[in-house]
C-alpha cells in the first residue's frame, strides 16, 4: 500500500504518508476515512517525499471532482511537503503537472495551503495554527 493516514481526533489532525506507487483507489481510501471520521475540517499534513502518482489524468479529474465537493463545508490547512526531484522514477512525465493541478484543487478552497521541503517546517507551520476548541457533549 502506498498511501498511510492517521487521523488524530484529539489533536485535530491528520497525517498523510506516500511511500511508493499511489492509486485512485488507496486516494478514495483516504477521502472516506478522513469524511467519516468527521475530520475533513481538521489540519492535514502530507508528507509525499517518497511518494510516486500511479495515475492516469481521468483519476486525476475524478479525485478532483471528489475533493471539490468537499469544499463546501469547512475544510482545514494543509501542508504539503514534496520531494525535490520530479518526476522520478516510475512515474509519467507529466507527473509534475498533475501534482500542480491537484495542488491548484486543493488551493481552490478556503483554507491555508501552503507546500514544504521538509516535515518539521510542515509541522511547525500546521502547530502554528488555532485549532478549534473541542466541542462539549453534553
Do not use: N
Not at 500511479?54 to 483519476?59: E, G, R
Not at 522520478?88 to 507527473?95: F, I, K, L, T
Amino acid at each position: 500500500m502506498g498511501l498511510h493516514w492517521f487521523i488524530d481526533s484529539r489533536t485535530q489532525l491528520v497525517v498523510i504518508t506516500a511511500e511508493g506507487p499511489v492509486t485512485r483507489a488507496e486516494i478514495d481510501d483516504m477521502l472516506d476515512a478522513v469524511i467519516g471520521a468527521k475530520a475533513v475540517a481538521y489540519r492535514k499534513l502530507v508528507d509525499a517525499r517518497a511518494g510516486r502518482f500511479a495515475l492516469s489524468p481521468i483519476d486525476l479529474l475524478a479525485i478532483g471532482a471528489k475533493v471539490r465537493s468537499l469544499h463546501a463545508g469547512s475544510v482545514g490547512a494543509v501542508a504539503i511537503v514534496l520531494p525535490g526531484d520530479m518526476p522520478r522514477g516510475g512515474e509519467p512525465d507529466d507527473a509534475p503537472t498533475l501534482v500542480a493541478r491537484l495542488i491548484g484543487i486543493l488551493a481552490s478552497a478556503k483554507r491555508p495551503l501552503r507546500l514544504f521541503k521538509s516535515v518539521a517546517a510542515a509541522r511547525r507551520w500546521l502547530d502554528s495554527l488555532t485549532v478549534p476548541a473541542a466541542s462539549t457533549i453534553i
